[in-house]
């Protein structure tokens, strides 16, 4: 999500924060697009949660569909302790004495992470019951950011803010906190109108940044399009899926992308003890399109391992 900085006066006690908690500190706008948000945010979690409201009211599938929502975005965090910004002539550039007088009238101005999470996390469907997103998601999605970040956090139970009081994580790096993760309390959810216990966590990049030895590598993302393939194959009702799986991303060679179960079907065509599995195979290559028959060719690789190494036959061959 891409939301708008400026937040209401209230969002403190929207956010069930402490009188005393830092966060309830803001920037004010001299000259604000809206009387109702005269501030720029403390955090991501406000501009996100009403995005979230949002997008869970307007969503064609209603409480049955799921949202996982991210954000990116600086939030400005003053002590109090600043300096009035000085005024320096217009008619001239500011001297160098100037400019660090006003850049020390500045917030600070951390970039945080923020993800919030409603609805079913996982689907019903031929693999069984679905489940509601938890407390746990949130947890995994800010590990998730550490992780790629080159660090590992400490997660420790809490009571703050905006999260259940028995479902609020504490995140560490080091002794240092860098967020927390969660669902949100009963209180958050009704005032920001979102679905019954929705999770959400917010970091501190910044922080993360900082703690990273070193540069950390990107991973390679190709510009060239992606070729699908689908696949059906019969195979006996004890060979699990996985082997089926592995069989196929080792014929399919450097070329494979990705690879997804999609279906399961049994019935009375395919005889007894038998069952399909029906694949989504993704190729991509990261210096060219793939023409057509390379990517057939790598399909047909796939299915000839599976044959091979489990006894699969093509459904409808």
């Known amino acids: 999500m891409l939301n708008y900085p400026f937040v209401g006066e209230g969002v403190g006690d929207l956010l069930r924060l402490g009188p005393q908690d830092p966060f309830r500190r803001t920037v004010k706008l001299v000259n604000p697009l809206s009387d109702e948000e005269p501030a720029l945010r403390p955090a991501l979690l406000p501009g996100l949660l009403t995005a979230l409201r949002r997008n869970h009211g307007r969503s064609s599938q209603g409480a049955q569909g799921g949202l996982a929502l991210f954000e990116t975005g600086l939030v400005f965090n003053p002590s109090g302790d600043e300096p009035d910004?000085?005024?320096p002539d217009v008619a001239g550039r500011p001297s160098g004495d100037e400019i660090a007088a006003l850049d020390a009238a500045l917030p600070r101005q951390p970039r945080h992470v923020a993800v919030a999470l409603a609805g079913p996390r996982e689907?019903?469907?031929?693999?069984?019951?679905?489940?509601?997103?938890?407390?746990?998601?949130?947890?995994?999605?800010?590990?998730?950011?550490?992780r790629e970040a080159g660090v590992e956090l400490t997660v420790t139970g809490?009571?703050?803010?905006?999260?259940?009081?028995?479902?609020?994580?504490?995140?560490?790096?080091?002794?240092r906190v860098v967020g927390f993760a969660g669902e949100l309390h009963p209180r958050v959810t009704k005032a920001f109108g979102l679905p019954d216990r929705a999770c959400a966590t917010e970091l501190d990049l910044d922080a993360l940044e900082e703690a990273v030895d070193g540069p950390v590598r990107?991973?390679?993302?190709?510009?060239?399009?992606?070729?699908a393939q689908d696949v059906a194959?019969?195979?006996?009702e004890g060979v699990p899926a996985s082997e089926v799986e592995t069989a196929l991303r080792k014929g399919?060679?450097?070329?494979?992308?990705?690879?997804?179960l999609f279906d399961v079907?049994?019935?009375?065509?395919?005889?007894?003890?038998?069952?399909?599995?029906a694949y989504a195979l993704r190729f991509r290559a990261h210096d060219r399109t793939l023409k057509a028959d390379e990517a057939s060719a790598a399909r047909d690789a796939a299915v000839a391992a599976a044959v091979e190494q489990t006894g699969a036959v093509l459904r409808g061959s």
């Open 85 to 87: 910004a000085s005024r």
């Open 265 to 277: 079907f049994t019935g009375e065509q395919l005889g007894e003890g038998r069952k399909s599995l």
């Open 218 to 227: 990107a991973p390679a993302v190709s510009t060239f399009p992606v070729a």
């Open 158 to 175: 809490a009571q703050y803010g905006p999260w259940h009081p028995g479902r609020c994580a504490r995140l560490n790096v080091g002794e």
């Open 123 to 146: 689907q019903s469907g031929w693999w069984g019951e679905g489940r509601p997103s938890g407390w746990a998601d949130a947890v995994e999605a800010a590990r998730t950011v550490a």
């Open 233 to 236: 194959l019969v195979v006996d």
């Open 252 to 260: 399919a060679g450097a070329l494979l992308e990705s690879l997804r």
